[in-house]
């Protein structure tokens, strides 16, 4: 059986594009690996964050909004994400992170330190210890809110070949943490009964969708077929230029996308200059002048 080798990326709603870049580029210390439009509104930003080859399992992605309402994390949305940061790395990142003015309230979760903070949004990111972690560029986890975790935890499983690896009680709420065997970055998912009652309200400041990888496209064809049969329908392939998707909604209600790792951000630019220049999709080229016109300026610290 095929397992998920872990995330591939997570993608989320912002505001303004310029206060975006400024804290994940600077305090956040990652890079923007590309820069490109939303190719469903292509007058707006599609932005991403990662290492310096953007690698799967570093790979955070923003649609920023200039005027978008802010949103609220509830039952059926991831609520938060986190990054592995080697030990040694810990506490220099959260001292960083004070200094700029994002302080954080400092926890401990299985046994490892965490960090939580809000971006310049209100979304919840997370720091945590991480013996494992080769830099402070991937992901450590990503956690969903569910009424119900059981059939999210079923999926996980029994489909996608995660293990249960621990249960934490947390503020009085189970935190189901289940580990994907073998992957290096973006390990791990915990699951928990959403802290919130009220339905989630999509806006500025929450998780669209998370990513998981598939190593090559037969391998994400594959994943149609066996979710299929688990009685989950995905979309066919589509083709988001890096890589091809693929999206469902699991049973707690979180969007779900399975992302190949080919071809990869250095596809349309070379690796040394990945997010200098605006990138767009051939059905956009012709339009560059005028999208240029309408995208707001952004500077990013190099
Ligand atoms: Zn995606």
Redesign the pocket.
């Known amino acids: 059986m095929t397992h998920i080798p872990g995330i591939?990326?997570i993608?989320a709603i912002s505001g303004p594009a310029q206060q975006n870049a400024d804290f994940y580029t600077g305090p956040m210390g990652q890079k923007l690996v590309k820069k490109t439009v939303n190719f469903d509104d292509p007058g707006t930003y599609h932005l991403y964050y990662g290492d310096k080859t953007g690698s799967p399992g570093t790979i955070l992605?923003f649609f920023p909004f200039p005027g978008a309402a802010p949103g609220r994390a509830g039952p059926g949305m991831a609520s938060a994400f986190a990054y592995a940061v080697p030990p040694a790395d810990f506490q220099p990142l959260v001292d960083r992170l004070e200094a700029e003015g994002h302080g954080a309230l400092l926890s401990t979760r299985f046994g490892a330190r965490v960090a939580s903070l809000r971006d310049p949004d209100g979304l919840t990111v997370e720091v945590i210890e991480d013996m494992t972690a080769p830099d402070s560029h991937g992901f450590h986890s990503v956690t969903l809110w569910v009424r119900d975790p059981e059939p999210t935890l079923k999926l996980l499983t029994e489909a996608f070949g995660y293990q249960l690896v621990g249960k934490e009680v947390q503020d009085g709420f189970d935190r189901h943490r289940l580990a994907a065997p073998g992957a290096e970055r973006g390990r791990i998912v915990d699951v928990v009964r959403s802290h919130v009652p009220a339905a989630a309200r999509p806006g500025a400041g929450t998780i669209?969708?998370v990513?998981f990888r598939a190593r090559t496209d037969d391998e994400q064809k594959g994943w149609i077929e066996s979710l299929a049969r688990f009685g989950h329908r995905t979309t066919p392939p589509i083709d988001?230029n890096y890589?091809n998707?693929i999206?469902f909604r699991e049973p707690g209600g979180v969007l779900f996308?399975i992302?190949t790792d080919p071809p990869g951000f250095a596809v349309d630019e070379p690796v040394e200059s990945l997010g200098q220049a605006l990138k767009l999709p051939a059905q956009y080229e012709p339009m560059r002048a005028r999208i240029e016109q309408v995208l707001p300026p952004l500077k990013v610290r190099a």
């Open positions: 591939h990326h993608t992605t669209h969708h990513a988001r890589f998707a999206y996308e992302a």
